[in-house]
């Protein structure tokens, strides 16, 4: 009787575990009459039919399509063109486009729907980053209009550009429009893949209260969020457009972004054809009832100065509460603790010995399983070294990974609480609470986000009372399995959600979170007496999902290879060289590295999102490549400071210009007219800036420097034809072959030097 109830509540946690993901996202059946989503997919369709980045013949097309579908619908259409630089030193000319509908009442703020309508440089199609994005506020703003019913905000349709090379067209609005004053909510779409739930997160100066609250009373159906997620995304170096308008214009906005088969993000697989029908379902989700709600409500109120804890919970759809609740509900946490053990020793249900062999057998399996979950990256890589080449940090069949690594956390644990069969539930049910207090100790102190931790605690801590009680009835399992739903499904996700959006270098994440969970079960799974046969089940699924990873490991034409690949003209030596990014090798890159290849020396390493620098070089044959012709328009001293402005001027159709220095301070720097930034000079290493360039235009710098110092300026100016160029044969890419994302690739780069 014993076993079949424990393999019965072992298939209501499975069960409920498979729930919990499948209620993260909108299923099926969900189908606003308000809304057409196959029109938003044939927006979707039509914006990325081409990689469409700034600069491109695409991007003008794409810029041409949203204008005409706003106007479609009467509204009045402007695009703000300008020169910006970003925080990062990437100059480009951003062309925003911008609409607005006028609202009835006395506001003087209005809400913004926004989304970025270009994509990241050179072969991304852009379809889900941010073609969705795009499509849903087209579609939304379709439907409010159709409705005829006036808002009393104002509502601005915001669709910036430039948001890849630095989040340009955010910082041109906030700085030059004058609309940017009267902004009072950002509704902010956005992608980091093609695929799972959109997570929903603030981003605010101050308190989140009246946001959380109007978000909470807007009827939000599916929202999937939590206040530990922004906690850690303002902790990483990825912003969206929103935190442009928050650190600038002091702005509170809300972002909605999707992360899921992080493999396709910024690449050519960022197609149409793998968009998920349901992610953009989720999308649509918080867009239509968010408009509804936030074109009538009062957004001169939105700010606050109390920040709550939130989490999305199935049946209860969205939980929250202040902050100031953190430490009274940790205290209390404590106390009970304490008093429970008070009263297990009382009752004899607790012993020191056993509560010493529980704490014993939960950091074993802590120690253990954090162990492998430290290492197993490095050993995926030294067993798969193709993996290196996926520079997101997630494979395609990373999935099973999470799956086959959380599955051997769980089966070290059935099999380390095995060997203590002398030891009661609530004996083993004291040393994961103490942690978790542990951990909410810390939370409250340096990650307030994280505090509804709690919640689960509370869940194991009554499981523990239940267990210590001398009058337990025979009816208690039920009662067990209710309390350690909290932990399931407050838990669960985050197991997964890290690794897909950290990369799998954060698979010890998934391995401990699984550990800690595990001791939030032990209510049930600690009267286990079969605790060997799961474990043995555990590694079995474990090695199911290693061997199907195994199987997925090689590229093919569904999961294709990044491949790189640029030709290199040093102008100043009359040398050329062809080099990649790729560590492995394959048959289309080694025509060209093969045999000769050799580790590159210093330099030639262009700007790229994770540092990347060539892995190998070799020989190549001399083209007639024409570098750029560089004048020194003016140069003077005044006082101890030296003033040069010089152009640079393509003499070729190109695409960007990188500019480096030897190890001297800039003063200042303008190019084009915009000025970098002081903190950008002061913290730039040798790149001074990158020129993503429109319409073939030149790059003036003016540079103010120590008069003693002797600056050498490194031009390196790219265009991504490399496939295309008449002087060069290069053959179209292999089915199971795509271009590497985040760096210069598919590029014909000349470089040149200039001393000053």
Known sequence: ??????????????ALATWRFYNLMPQAEYAPKEISTENVLKHIKTISKNPHFVGTEAHKVVKQYIVSQLQGIGLKTVVQQGYTSGDWGNLSKAENIIATIKGTGNSQKALVLMSHYDSNPHSSLGASDDAVGVSIILEAVKSFIEKDKAPKNDIIILFTDAEELGLNGAQLFVKEHPLAQKIGLILNFEARGSGGPSYMLIETNGGNKNMIESFNNSGVQFPVANSLAYSIYKMLPNDTDLTVFREDADVEGFNFAFIDDHFDYHTANDSYERVNKKTVQHQ????????????????????????????DFPVFNFVYYPFSWIFPMLILAIVLLIVFVIIGIKNKKLTGKGMFNGFLAFFISFILAGLIGYFCWPALKSIYPQYADILQGFTYNGHFYIAGFTALAFGINFYIYSKFKKTTTSEL????????????????MYLKGASFFIIPVYGALAALFISINKKRKKSATLFLIILCVPALWIIAPLIQMFPVGLGLKVLVSSCILSVLLFGLLLPV??????????????????????????????FT??????????????ADTNKAEWATYNHI???????????????????NDFSSKYGTGFSYISKAPLKNIPPPDIAIISDTIYTDKRHVTLCVTPRRNVNRLEVLTNDVEIVSCTANGIALSNDFLKNRNQRLLTHFISNNEYTELNLVFNSKDKPQLIFYEASNNLLSHPLFSVPKRPDNSIPMPFVLNDAIVTKKTLQL
């Open 1 to 14: 009787m014993k076993n079949l109830t424990s393999i019965l509540t072992f298939i209501v946690f499975v």
């Open 284 to 311: 649509i989700s918080y867009l239509l009832p968010l408009l509804d709600y936030y074109a009538n409500y009062n957004l001169n109120g939105i700010k606050a100065n109390t920040d709550y804890i939130y989490f």
């Open 429 to 444: 049910l004291i040393a994961p609470i103490f942690m978790w207090i542990l951990i909410c100790c810390a939370t409250a």
């Open 557 to 570: 034409k569904e999961r294709p290879h990044p491949a790189s690949l640029v030709y290199m003209l040093d």
């Open 525 to 554: 799974f600690g009267s286990y007496k079969n605790k060997k046969t799961f474990s043995l089940l555990s590694f079995v699924v474990c090695a199911f999902f290693l061997v199907a990873a195994h199987f997925q490991s090689g």
């Open 585 to 603: 090798l394959d048959p289309w890159t080694a025509q060209y590295l093969g045999d000769e290849k050799q580790k590159p020396g210093p330099g």
